[in-house]
């Protein structure tokens, strides 16, 4: 069964940091572009990070850049999410999804192929 499975979230207090980790099994996720997403409660989901599958392009929202940096080991099947001067305002549901589509289209979840089920990523104040 082809899936994708978060990882990594959990507690820290504010100015912490956090790896994620999104692994593929099933399928290769090299020819993959990989995209983070969080939601929040009572928020809309918002759209983290993106990185094609050659690791050369890579977006990020606003609110997270010079904080995260994405990452992938397409030799261990994996995409990371290093997350750096956490804030409480980080604290949501972390997805990874992966599909084809262009990371200067992201947020856009058209070309969407697989959804992990999320991890949870909390920062106290």
């Known amino acids: 069964q082809s899936q994708l499975v978060e990882s990594g979230g959990g507690l820290v207090q504010s100015g912490g940091s956090l790896r994620l980790s999104c692994a593929a099994s099933?399928?290769?996720?090299?020819?993959?572009?990989v995209g983070w997403f969080r939601q929040a409660p009572g928020k809309e989901r918002e759209g983290v990070s993106c990185?094609?599958?050659?690791?050369?392009?890579?977006n990020y929202a606003d609110s997270v850049k010079g904080r995260f940096t994405i990452s992938r080991d397409n030799a261990k099947n994996v995409v990371y999410l290093q997350m750096s001067s956490l804030k409480p305002d980080d604290t949501a549901v972390y997805y990874c999804?992966?599909?084809?589509?262009?990371?200067?289209?992201?947020?856009?979840?058209?070309?969407?192929?697989?959804w992990g089920k999320g991890t949870l990523v909390t920062v106290s104040s």
């Open positions: 099933g399928f290769t996720l090299d020819y993959y572009t």
């Open positions: 990185i094609h599958g050659s690791g050369k392009t890579t």
């Open positions: 999804a992966a599909g084809f589509y262009y990371c200067s289209d992201f947020p856009s979840t058209v070309g969407v192929d697989y």
